[in-house]
Structure formats: C-alpha cells, structure tokens
C-alpha cells in the first residue's frame, strides 16, 4: 500500500519488486518466522526526479522489534544482485538488523538510509493505520 502512495501521490516509477527468502547463516534460526517458514526480505526499485533506489524491507512477523525500511541510493547497478546477495546474508549474520559497516564498504557513507517504520495496530487490515502509511510515504519520499 506505500508503494502504491509512491506513485500515485509522489509520481515515482516503481521498476521493480521482488521477495527473496532469507537463508540460513551458520546456526542462527533467526531466518526463520515461529511456524518454521523462512522470513522474507523485500526490494522495490524506485525511480524519482530520474533517480533510481532500492527500497529493502524486512519481515519481521512474530518479532518484538521493528526493523526500519533501507534506501539504498545505488548509482551503479551492475552489481546489485550480488550486493543484494551480501545484504541478506549481513541481515541475518546481524541477528536481522541491516549490516551498516558492509553497506558502507559497498554503497559510501550515507548512501543508504534507514527510514522508520510506522507501528502496526492490531484490527487494521494491513497492520497499519492508513494514516500511518501516508506518513511513511513521505518520510520515504523526502530520503528518495
């Protein structure tokens, strides 16, 4: 639903959009939600102004903390599926928090942001207020 916001109130180009699961790492289940399926890790490509970035979520379904969305502000892209490959396995290596010092070494300094996540409410269909996603939206908007 915040995707969709992007395009229709910030006229962004979504490019792209894709679930990957997260794998194991070492002996770690952190990959893992409580009914054993493996968690998922989010990228949508978003074009704005002529830039493009790279939006990363994390499911975080039966944890007690909230994992902030990345943007990723990538110049180069020939290398993203590799570097995404290294971002998921940093994202579980890290106990499911995003792999600062590896993005740095990967992306520079201040090339990606983490922009946080509104809370969700128990009742609502999508687990967050409406409201909350139009802020979201453009809390994500403002780092694109």
Request: proline share 2%.
């Amino acid at each position: 639903m915040m995707v969709q916001m992007l395009e229709e109130k910030y006229a962004c180009t979504i490019i792209d959009s894709y679930t990957h699961e997260l794998d194991q790492v070492g002996r770690s289940k952190c990959h893992l939600i409580d009914s054993g399926a493996k968690r998922t890790i989010r990228c949508v490509v978003v074009e704005r102004n002529g830039h493009v970035n790279y939006l990363l979520e994390i499911d975080v379904t039966g944890l007690n903390k909230w994992i902030s969305t990345k943007c990723v502000r990538q110049i180069d892209t020939r290398n993203w599926k590799e570097q995404f490959s290294l971002i998921k396995k940093g994202v579980v290596t890290k106990s499911l928090g995003w792999p600062t010092q590896e993005m740095d070494a990967m992306f520079g300094f201040k090339k990606h942001i983490g922009i946080s996540h509104p809370k969700s409410i128990e009742g609502e269909s999508t687990g967050i207020p409406k409201e909350s996603i139009l802020d979201w939206a453009a809390r994500v908007v403002s780092k694109l």
